[in-house]
């Protein structure tokens, strides 16, 4: 299992960087070529929707992106610092509306679960994260 790992400042310059190391990093896992410009979207939404959190929330943490290859699967982790209640948790007696940035959270969370199959989030108190899985296919033999 092969791991690497990227720690980027909340700032959305970056989110190009993460974007072209995810792609260049599930092409050599074995992610499918027909695949690689959703992972690119995908970690893309990922990384913007962590900036943005981290910029909403004053937090001045990296955000981490974690790109795994085993054996049948990559995958791909991207994690914020921003405190927040779990998705769907609502403080009782809250106010009808939801501010602007929960509005363009949960559309972030939509466009990548259209995109990825094998989708997770998580979130908390002490930040949240998104893993994302795709499937890989072995090398070729070579003779």
């Known amino acids: 299992m092969a791991t690497v ?22 092409r050599r896992a074995g992610v499918d070529e027909a695949v690689l ?4 979207l995908a ?38 610092e921003a405190p927040r209640a779990a998705p769907g948790d609502r403080a009782p007696g809250a106010q009808g509306g939801e501010p602007e940035p929960e509005g363009e959270d949960e559309m972030g969370l939509a466009v990548i679960s259209g995109l990825v199959d094998d989708v997770e989030v998580t979130a908390g108190e002490s930040g949240g994260v998104i893993r994302m899985t795709w499937p890989t296919t072995p090398a070729p033999l070579l003779p």
């Open 43 to 80: 970690v893309g939404e990922a990384c913007t929707r962590a900036v943005g959190l981290h910029q909403s929330n004053g937090v001045s943490a990296p955000v981490r992106v974690a790109l795994t290859e085993d054996e049948k699967q990559f995958s791909i982790e991207v994690g914020d």
């Open 5 to 26: 790992e990227l720690r980027f400042s909340a700032l959305p310059e970056h989110v190009r960087t993460a974007r072209l190391v995810a792609a260049a990093v599930a």
């Open 37 to 40: 410009d959703e992972v690119r």
